[in-house]
Structure formats: structure tokens, C-alpha cells
């Protein structure tokens, strides 16, 4: 990890010129009502410092929206808000967006924040982005040398799908963040196994579908140099430092369940299948050819969005009206929707697969560091994406947000791999003969 950390000049410059282009964005990313929620719940900030247990659930609630959204959504997100808004000395929105109503009715009963809360909202998940980066770069350099760290985070950098979701006050950009944190944490996991726990627990309470790669953070911190000898108490200290860290530190995040978690466990569990059957019925009744029940449907739709599909501003139809004339000026924006086409998606897919398959192939061939993380990550890879084509019946173009670091690092990898195979041939006599 320590080679991977010195400064660089040239990484340096390419973060500053992305960041520029992330941050000068923010404003005018269309408004999401599913920011309304997280802002009104971001009051837990405050909560969980003054009177966690005020947060711990309760039967004779019933209901209620704070408690069911507790129940529902990971929480690391509306804390972030919630510290940002209170830097900012500004009070959270005080209604919850309904989905029932009209915008106008929303608008009257507080559920649309204002200007200035929500571009605080943004920036304080905003700021994650560069240790995103950061991480990104961590990972695919490990695999493709420098040029892959390159063009690893400036491909994430320009993503349209990153641009457009993970600047909004939603979950999008905390997990962002979580899952570029347990890649680069499997490098060190061995040595640091609490560390690839801690980065786990940033991604599942960031979303709980990162929990896909928890099997992978286990194989990390328990797979040694070859030839290591240890005994098995060894290994069993390393998983439990990572387990024993994930645990501890998603208890401290979610006080719902304090005072009751194994009924907690389970109401959550079933409020979140019955959000998804309630939401996969709707969607059957009012577009019906939008419910994936087919595997191949699933698996079209997952590339689709990953590399082709244009920047989708909202999951349902309710409130497009409202946000027409501001997504047409966000896409104004050359970057807000650069290569979202069938050149840019055959480059960027082509380079994914070249990456993917030739690190694959020469792990086999490399020194054991090396071998190791890139089959750690091949693994990560179709763990995440094994578990959102399993997991996701909607075709929700946020969804797929976790895949697109690792399809970056691929690409980035990709291209390490075709300017060897360049280099190679000009060296080739044959070349220089013609």
C-alpha cells in the first residue's frame, strides 16, 4: 500500500481536473424527491449525539415515517447530511415527500427543501467524491501500474450515471465511496483486517446490497503469502477482527435496533420485501414491460444502463414536468452525459472485457501480491454484480452505481494491457522491417 500512497504529480492533477468538473455541477443537478426524505431524516444527526436512544424502535410507533425509514435505509447517509446541515447552521426540511401527492401539495406541506439546504446536503456527500477517487486509483494501479490508476478515475470521473446520481443528497455518493473503500482495503487486509471490516460497515450502512461483498472482505483477510505458516487460531483472529469491526460499527450506526434486534432484524427485513413487492406490483400495473422477470431481460438491462443508457433523471413519471426544464439545461453540460452512446459504450466495454480477462490470465503468472488482489477483485466483481442481478427486478439505473468502479478499474486496466501489446509490436523487427 505504502508505494501505492507517494505522491504523484501527475494523479494529483488529474484529481484537481475532475473535482473542478464534479463540483461546478452540484447546483444544477435536477432535484430528486427521494432527497427530500433523506434531508428531513438527516434530524438523526443531532439525535444520535444528544439522545441515541430516542432513535431505538418502538412498537406503540407504529408506522410513523422517521421509524419506518430507519427501518428501510441504511443510515450513514442522513448522518452525513444531518453533520453538514449543522455545520452549515441550517435546520433540516420538516416534511417527508409524498409520493401520493401532487408537487404542488408537497410544496406546501415543506417536503421541497430549500435552495440552500439542499446544495449543503449535496456538498457534504459531495466531498466524498475525491477519496473515492482516491481509493479508485489505490486499486487499479495495483493491478495496471500508474496508466491503469489514471484511467480508472478519470473514467469514473466523467461517468454520466456518477456525475448525475452521486451529487444528489441520496445514498448514491456514500456508496460510492464505501465500495471504492473495501476495494483498496483488500490490499491491506491482512495486515489490517479491522480496516476491511471499518470499510465494510462505510458500504452496507451505505446500502445494504454491498453486503455482496462481504464474503470477499473474509477471503481477504484470511488468504496469506504462500507458504505462510500459521496456525488456525491465526486465521480465525483475523476474520473475527473483521467481522467483530463490522458489527461493532454498524450497532453503533443504527440505535433502531438497541433495544430489540432480533425483532428489528425482522421487521426490517420484511418492511423492505414488502417495499419491493408493493413497488414491482405498481410497476407491473402501470408499465408492465419495465419488470425484469426474466434472466436475460435482467442481464440486458444491467449492461445497458452500466455502459449505454443516457443519465435517467427520476424512477417514475409523477413529477416530470416540474424537472423538465432543468434537466435539459444540466444536459447542456458536455460532460453530464459524455460517451452515453453506442461509440463510447463499445470503447469502454471492449476495454472492461480486455481488462477483465487479461488480468484474469496473467494472475496466474504474477508475484503473489499481485495475483492475490487481482483475483480478490475478479471476485468482487461478480460477487457485486452476481448479487444486483439476483437482487434487482426493476431496471432503476441508480442501482447499478456499485458495478461502475469496478468496470472502471477494468477499463483502466484495459488500456495498461493495450499499450503494452502496442509497445510490443513497435518493438517487434517485423514492424520496424515494414
Not at 89 to 103: A, E, K, T
Not at 197 to 219: C, D, E, R, T, Y
Request: proline fraction near 7%; glycine fraction near 6%.
Amino acid at each position: 500500500m505504502d508505494k501505492y500512497l507517494k505522491p504523484n504529480l501527475l494523479m494529483l492533477v488529474f484529481l484537481v481536473m475532475l473535482c473542478i468538473v464534479y463540483f461546478s455541477g452540484i447546483a444544477s443537478v435536477p432535484f430528486h424527491p427521494d432527497e427530500s426524505t433523506q434531508l428531513t431524516m438527516s434530524a438523526d444527526f443531532e439525535a444520535l449525539i444528544s439522545n441515541p436512544s430516542s432513535l431505538a424502535w418502538d412498537p406503540n410507533k407504529g408506522k410513523i415515517p422517521p421509524q419506518t425509514y430507519r427501518l428501510l435505509d441504511a443510515p450513514l447517509t442522513r448522518y452525513l447530511l444531518g453533520f453538514g446541515l449543522y455545520l452549515a447552521d441550517l435546520p433540516p426540511p420538516s416534511g417527508y415527500w409524498d409520493w401520493s401527492l401532487n408537487w404542488k401539495a408537497n410544496l406546501h406541506q415543506g417536503a421541497i427543501p430549500e435552495s440552500k439546504t439542499l446544495l449543503t446536503g449535496r456538498l457534504a456527500i459531495s466531498l466524498l467524491f475525491p477519496f473515492s477517487l482516491v481509493f479508485l486509483y489505490i486499486s487499479a494501479r495495483a493491478i495496471g501500474g500508474k496508466v491503469g490508476g489514471y484511467a480508472a478515475i478519470i473514467l469514473l470521473g466523467m461517468n454520466a450515471l456518477v456525475l448525475l446520481h452521486s451529487r444528489r443528497a441520496m445514498a448514491e455518493g456514500t456508496f460510492l465511496f464505501g465500495i471504492t473503500a473495501v476495494m483498496a482495503s483488500w490490499i491491506v487486509a491482512p495486515r489490517w483486517p479491522w480496516l476491511a471490516g471499518l470499510a465494510m460497515a462505510i458500504a452496507f450502512n451505505s446500502k445494504q446490497s454491498s453486503l455482496a461483498l462481504l464474503p470477499v472482505g473474509l477471503l481477504a483477510v484470511s488468504w496469506l503469502a504462500d507458504g505462510s505458516q500459521r496456525r488456525p487460531g491465526y486465521f480465525a483472529w483475523q476474520i473475527a477482527q473483521y467481522l467483530l469491526t463490522f458489527v461493532a460499527f454498524t450497532w453503533l450506526l443504527n440505535p433502531i435496533a438497541w433495544q430489540h434486534p432480533v425483532t428489528v432484524a425482522r421487521i426490517a427485513a420484511y418492511n423492505r420485501a414488502d417495499l419491493l413487492s408493493h413497488q414491482i406490483a405498481d410497476t407491473h400495473r402501470l408499465a408492465p414491460s419495465q419488470v425484469l422477470d426474466q434472466p436475460i431481460e435482467r442481464a440486458v438491462i444491467l449492461l445497458g444502463h452500466l455502459y449505454l443508457t443516457p443519465p435517467i433523471f427520476a424512477e417514475a413519471e409523477n413529477y416530470h414536468a416540474q424537472i423538465t426544464d432543468a434537466e435539459a439545461i444540466y444536459l447542456e453540460n458536455i460532460f453530464n452525459n459524455l460517451g452515453r452512446n453506442l461509440f463510447g459504450a463499445g470503447v469502454l466495454l471492449v476495454l472492461t472485457l480486455l481488462g477483465f480477462f487479461a488480468a484474469g490470465r496473467q494472475a496466474i503468472f504474477e508475484a503473489f501480491p499481485r495475483r492475490r488482489f487481482t483475483i480478490l477483485m475478479l471476485l468482487g466483481t461478480l460477487c457485486m454484480a452476481g448479487g444486483l442481478f439476483l437482487a434487482v427486478p426493476l431496471p432503476w439505473q441508480r442501482y447499478i452505481l456499485p458495478l461502475i468502479p469496478f468496470a472502471c478499474l477494468w477499463a483502466g486496466v484495459g488500456c495498461t494491457w493495450m499499450l503494452q501489446f502496442i509497445q510490443r509490436i513497435r518493438k517487434n523487427p517485423e514492424y520496424h522491417s515494414t
